[in-house]
């Protein structure tokens, strides 16, 4: 377009110019944008595991490698001859793969990622490689380069490592609309799973995380998307007022864990005296629990509302030919099992062709001096005369190579010194020649063999570097923690009836009980209304309040005894029942809702007591008998919405209460689940009987020693220490199998347990070093079977035992009987018999009372309203027959 001599454009044109929407440009830029952060920054290549920055420094590494440790500084600034960044980044990264153990070893601070602690700075800290790092990681035949990014320099596309290193270290990354986390996994067990694999298997495998812990697994789900890992720290007893945590869970360190600690004990849901972080060698977090406090619960609570449990979401995404892929750790690790195998073919398909290459240089060499083909050329000329001789005298030795012979196989035997010709010895070459033959063959043969080949050479991987890699993450089940039961009671529960509030807001008014802030309340009032509702600083839930309580969902054993009248029909009606589910806020109506009625009387008990009341007609009703005595064991539990019993048609006056009750119900099915160490009401793992009252649990420990607990859902029991663990009955005999370690002999010894003290071990066998239990039981007749030897004699003689026929029933402290005279070698426990023992247990089972109306319409002894026979009432229904009743 042209333009005036002043530089402005001709009057009557338009300017144009070419527009491009902005719109596009963003969509351009952000997708390289997104690329390149994918590709170059946070996400790894399958190949070899490592994100860009972290295979430069490996390549860096391997550049400096001369055996000897080189400073971390120097390091980073080798490395950012091929990595476009700064400093600060490449220094992170080194310090986070020498953290990890495998591939870097270290010299000097490196931090701690137990404590959170950094390490020093790059000009303090040294690294060099790994041997296992050398043997895996590196070999410059098989890998594939590329141009540096300024192009004065060679850099791996991705390293040829020969291990699944990507899910063994892990990985974690964040890029532009997506991001990877990968879990580490155990070195040994990758192994044997790609070994597994390469047999046709199909191998599990599952996180290991280097700070230990415990993780259940079941919602894994192979890494992927939508998986979670629930990974707890290791907390034990140290004493009953004492808890420590002994591992920490993965992605948190000591320092995280003692804030969350703190932080909950200050909101009340945990009560303890004192953190202390004692962590050296070994992770050790001393709480002082406040007094009073449960270890069990606290334990429990310490997994709902701090940072000793976690719940990870894995992320599986891997770079595969430059592009993104979201797959399952099973099947990176045939990808990487896979491509060992295709390296090793590459690696052996090397070595073969170098071997063929020397043996053809070898024999070129024994025949070039044998046949003296070098005296041929001394008249020659010309170079090319000399190349034409020697080409000429290895004529008729040429079918036997594999291979043409070119020029420059008979430059290099013109190469050969006058003093190595001299010197030649033909023995010496032939059994050169013999061993690259047997060489070659075995390479032959591992190529026709590869799969064999490559088991081999997993199985020198885990022989050389094996030791010391076991598993440190305990696999294990976890049980579901009711926040609940377990939420210290930080508040106090007040009620101000007459007006309808509860709430801990309330301190002016009744003090109802010790509560949490994150507790339900349960409110029945006079007019026969029910609801619950989430504790707050004030809530009002109607007036004339009868019971306030906290609610526990699911409760079976908690049962409300009510007496109330019918407004509809004037009877008063009774019944028993529970409330197990409910939608907090909504009123129920626990009567047949008849506008007017209302509660004549009601109780709340804990463990379904039933307790006898005394009832009291009014003085103007017409029946015979005025008051009289009422069993609420003569009823059954029903759900709420029952309409109950009949107790009188006549107007009551009052009831009151005669004597107490006790439980009506059957005792309580109790089992013990050993995948989680819990006690349970829903049939996991092994019956250990019904439970009422006062009863107690009985725990035999490996260690020898003993412990009553009682049979609260909250106990934790440590599986793998104990030897069993039943309902304890004082009737039963414990037969035990020791070995003194003082005394160096087998002693059988057979006690009652006579302490009644809860929750405190006592030791039943010897506490010299070396003692140990091998038999406990409660088993009537217990057999078992020793091998033993004579004398000086190696003969052995195996024999069976009953332990009752050794000694009778001593004192739990006593040192027993010799088990044999003889020299005893190993003892086996056979089995026994069940004892019988008096069950004591009293279950109620509570029967209708009888139908006795008279026909003169006179009251007897007791309400004729309160049976179960068919007689019909006005209504239709019969009399003492439970109504249900749809609200």
Request: hydrophobic share 35%; glycine share 8%; with cysteine.
């Amino acid at each position: 377009m042209e333009e005036s001599d002043n530089g402005q454009h001709p009057e009557g044109e338009d300017i144009i110019h070419d527009v491009l929407p902005v719109s596009g440009m963003y969509q351009n830029w952000f997708l390289d944008y997104a690329s390149y952060v994918i590709l170059e920054r946070a996400v790894p290549a399958i190949e070899d595991g490592f994100k860009p920055v972290q295979r430069r420094i490996m390549h860096a590494l391997k550049e400096m490698d001369d055996g000897r440790f080189n400073k971390v500084a120097n390091v980073i600034g080798s490395t950012m001859q091929y990595h476009p960044h700064g400093d600060a980044s490449i220094g992170d990264a080194i310090v986070n793969i020498g953290q990890k153990d495998l591939l870097i070893e270290t010299q000097g601070n490196w931090g701690d990622i137990r404590t959170g602690d950094s390490a020093a700075a790059p000009r303090y800290i040294e690294a060099r490689l790994s041997k296992f790092a050398l043997d895996v990681v590196y070999n410059p035949q098989t890998t594939d380069w590329q141009l540096s990014y300024d192009g004065r320099k060679k850099e791996p596309v991705t390293l040829p490592v020969k291990f699944p290193l990507v899910i063994a270290q892990g990985v974690e990354g964040i890029a532009v609309g997506l991001s990877t986390k990968i879990l580490p996994h155990n070195f040994c067990e990758l192994i044997k799973a790609s070994i597994d694999i390469l047999k046709g298997k199909k191998p599990k495998i599952f996180p290991d995380f280097p700070t230990g812990g415990t993780a259940d697994f079941s919602e894994y789900n192979q890494g992927l998307r939508g998986g979670k890992v629930k990974v707890r720290a290791r907390i034990e007893e140290y004493d009953k007022k004492t808890l420590v945590v002994k591992d920490i869970p993965f992605a948190t360190t000591t320092t995280s864990v003692i804030d969350s600690i703190i932080k909950a004990n200050d909101k009340g849901k945990i009560k303890i005296k004192q953190v202390v972080d004692n962590t050296a060698k070994d992770v050790e977090i001393l709480i002082s629990l406040a007094p009073g406090q449960s270890p069990d619960i606290t334990i429990d609570a310490l997994y709902a509302f701090t940072d000793c449990e976690v719940s990870i979401s894995p992320n599986a995404c891997v770079i595969i030919d430059e592009k993104p892929h979201f797959m399952p750790v099973n099947e990176i690790l045939k990808i990487n099992t896979d491509q060992t195998v295709t390296l090793l073919t590459r690696e052996l398909e090397i070595k073969r062709h170098e071997l063929m290459e020397k043996i053809l240089f070898s024999s070129l060499e024994r025949i070039f001096i044998e046949n003296r083909i070098y005296r041929d050329i001394e008249e020659c000329e010309t170079w090319e005369a000399v190349i034409e001789t020697i080409d000429k005298g290895l004529d008729p030795f040429k079918p036997q190579f594999y291979r043409e012979i070119t020029e420059e196989d008979i430059i290099r035997l013109t190469e050969i010194k006058i003093k190595r010709i001299s010197r030649f010895d033909s023995f010496k070459a032939d059994e050169l020649l013999k061993r690259l033959e047997e060489e070659l063959k075995q390479t032959e043969y591992n190529l026709a063999h590869i799969t064999e080949f490559a088991i081999n050479y997993f199985t020198n991987l885990l022989e050389k570097y094996g030791k010391g890699r076991e598993r440190k993450t305990i696999i294990k089940s976890f049980d579901s923690i009711d926040t609940t039961i377990v939420a210290a009671n930080n508040q106090k529960l007040y009620a101000n009836r007459a007006d309808g509030f509860v709430g801990y807001g309330l301190k002016k008014d009744e003090f109802v009980c010790e509560c949490s802030d994150i507790d339900d309340i349960i409110v029945i009032r006079q007019d026969g209304k029910m609801m619950v509702s989430r504790i707050a600083n004030k809530v009002f839930m109607g007036k004339d309040i009868l019971y306030v309580g906290v609610w526990k969902k699911g409760d079976e054993r908690m049962t409300f005894n009510l007496i109330y009248l019918d407004a509809k029909t004037g009877r008063s009606m009774v019944k028993r029942f529970n409330v197990t589910a409910i939608t907090r806020d909504k009123e129920y109506d626990l009567t047949k809702g008849a506008k007017g009625s209302k509660v004549h009387y009601l109780t709340a008990n804990p463990n379904g007591e039933a307790e006898v009341v005394t009832v009291k007609l009014t003085a103007g009703a017409s029946a015979r008998k005025k008051v009289f005595d009422f069993d609420f064991a003569e009823i059954d539990i029903k759900g709420r919405g029952a309409g109950g019993n009949i107790l009188t048609r006549y107007p009551l006056r009052k009831v009151e209460l005669k004597t107490e009750g006790v439980s009506t119900l059957s005792g309580l099915d109790i089992w013990y689940d050993d995948s989680v160490g819990r006690l349970n009401k829903d049939g996991r793992g092994q019956f250990i009987g019904k439970f009422n009252g006062e009863d107690k649990i009985l725990v035999l420990y490996k260690e020898g020693s003993y412990e009553l607990t009682s049979y609260e859902m909250t106990n934790r029991y440590e599986h793998q220490k104990i030897a069993g663990i039943e309902r304890f009955s004082p009737e039963k005999v414990v037969s035990a199998v020791h070995y003194d370690g003082e005394n160096k002999n087998y002693y059988v010894k057979r006690f009652s347990i006579e302490t009644t003290t809860i929750d405190k071990r006592f030791g039943f066998i010897s506490e010299s070093p070396g003692s140990k239990l091998l038999v406990a039981t409660t088993l009537s007749k217990a057999t078992v079977a020793i091998d033993y030897t004579k004398g000086k004699s190696k003969e052995k003689f195996t024999e069976e035992l009953i332990l009752d026929d050794l000694i009778d029933v001593k004192g739990w402290k006593a040192l027993g009987n010799k088990l044999s005279v003889h020299n005893v070698k190993k003892v086996n426990f056979i089995g026994g018999e069940e004892p019988i023992v008096e069950d004591k247990t009293v279950v109620t089972s509570p029967e209708a009372p009888d139908d006795a109306e008279a026909a003169s319409g006179e009251q007897k002894d007791k309400a004729a309203d309160n049976s179960s026979t068919d007689t019909k009432e006005d209504n239709g229904y019969g009399a003492g027959q439970t109504i249900e009743l749809d609200f």
